[in-house]
């Protein structure tokens, strides 16, 4: 299943989401899937994000997301993902999808009286956080390629400036 799908599925299962370990376990799945879109970008992506790709796939709070409990029920979504159609678009989504997770596990972790939930909370927060300021890095990165491709085009002489950028994204 694409990136961007995958992601939209995470979105709704969140939004859907109405207890606390339903919330920690949607917020385990948001982070295994974004360590494996990372990896899928390090390994095919493009060349000037691979870096920063390969720093996604690899961040974790605390334990592995992949081992996390909440995840044994159902196993993580991420395992359908076939591939990364639209960098941007599916960069973009997931990072949306990285502060919605930050925002409703402080939800959680505001609501709770159990210590262990807490620090659960905390520990997915700071994996959600880190693993958002990859993707928006990513994503600057991105932007600042296709600005440079947009100067160093030649002018189209029917419009006296740059032409369309040649190819997909």
Do not use: F, K
Request: net charge negative.
């Amino acid at each position: 299943m694409d990136a961007e799908r995958l992601i939209a599925t995470g979105r709704h299962a969140l939004a859907e989401s109405q207890v606390a370990l339903d919330i920690v376990a949607e917020a385990w799945q948001a982070q295994v899937l974004a360590q494996a879109i990372g990896s899928r970008l390090a390994l095919c992506g493009p060349m000037e994000l691979r870096s920063e790709a390969r720093g996604l796939s690899e961040t974790v709070g605390g334990r592995g997301a992949v081992e996390h409990p909440a995840l044994r029920t159902g196993g993580p979504r991420a395992a359908q993902l076939t591939g990364v159609g639209d960098t941007r678009a599916a960069l973009t989504a997931l990072a949306a999808l990285l502060g919605e997770v930050g925002i409703a596990l402080v939800g959680v972790a505001c609501a709770t009286d159990e210590e262990g939930l807490y620090w659960q909370c905390i520990e997915a927060i700071d994996a959600a956080d880190e693993a958002g300021d990859r993707v928006r890095a990513m994503l600057r990165r991105l932007a600042a390629r296709e600005a440079e491709r947009e100067r160093d085009r030649p002018p189209d002489p029917a419009r006296g400036r740059a032409g369309p950028a040649p190819g997909p994204r």
